[in-house]
């Protein structure tokens, strides 16, 4: 049994029995990591206050060849984003951030970008809030890096430029079509924010965060990113529809 290092980001964890728990992380090292955390719920235990949920921290591991379980032996936090100040915005746009790099990361696949990603995007909503335009950021990236966000920038039949135009996405084939050639069919994405759709690949997100665009762009940018996301998960995240309400609400 072999002791590994990795940094990780806490997504979250689970009561495994009456003392342990079980912690999902993501990895930059080796991606989705599951592990068993012994003793994490006793009120002495300095690793259960280590691994809460939304902490970036490194952690030291046992995993037997073949186990499905790491066993978690040693944490400490880098930092921890829910350790502040705790608005009710960041922490379910934080919580949502994590349910959805759960759902679209895998086990033993390292992905250091979407690593990345998910740090980033928590600093940046620490700083900025968490509004429509880091959410969108957020998950079109997750969608591009899992492989699931097709080239809108060109119309999947006649080749022509629509980043400036607009287009119809169609989500059963994974194409988009200029207004010629889908006989306007599919998803509209109209010219703004085909637009915007074509500078998130080319900024940071404390950048596009503080964009601003018209209720219609942001309409039409989140109903393409929720279809593609919903075509693929196969259903909604419940982690999403609180963070909604409270958006909604503010």
């Known amino acids: 049994m072999s002791l590994h290092e990795a940094e990780a980001i806490i997504l979250r ?4 029995s009456e003392a342990d728990r079980l912690i999902v992380l993501l990895t930059r090292e080796v991606g989705l ?8 719920k006793k009120p002495t235990s300095r690793l259960g206050a280590c691994l809460e949920p939304l902490n970036h921290a490194i952690v030291q591991y046992y995993l037997r060849e073949g186990a ?13 984003f829910l350790g502040r100040v705790r608005s009710l915005d960041r922490v379910c746009g934080f919580t949502y951030f994590a349910e959805l790099a759960q759902e679209m990361s ?27 335009q880091l959410l969108r950021y957020f998950e079109l990236w997750m969608l591009r890096l899992s492989g699931l966000l097709p080239d809108y920038d060109y119309c999947s039949n006649c080749g022509l430029c629509v980043k400036q135009k607009g287009f119809y996405a169609w989500l059963e084939g994974g194409q988009g ?28 997100p404390e950048v596009f965060a503080a964009l601003h665009w018209s209720e219609q762009a942001s309409r039409e940018l989140e109903d393409l990113s929720r279809s593609l996301l919903d075509w693929h998960l196969e259903r909604k995240l419940k982690s999403f529809r609180v963070l909604q309400e409270v958006l909604e609400g503010k």
């Open 68 to 80: 499905d379980l790491a066993r978690i032996i040693q944490c400490e936090i880098v930092y921890s």
């Open 13 to 16: 964890h689970y009561p495994l």
């Open 177 to 204: 079509r200029c207004e010629a050639c889908s006989g306007s069919r599919g998803l509209k994405v109209g010219p703004e924010a085909a637009a915007i759709l074509h500078r998130l690949q080319r900024l940071p």
């Open 33 to 40: 990591l599951r592990g068993v955390v012994r003793g994490a």
């Open 106 to 132: 895998q086990e033993n696949n390292p992905n250091p970008v979407v690593f990345r990603l998910l740090l980033a995007s928590l600093r940046s909503g620490e700083q900025l809030g968490v509004n429509n």
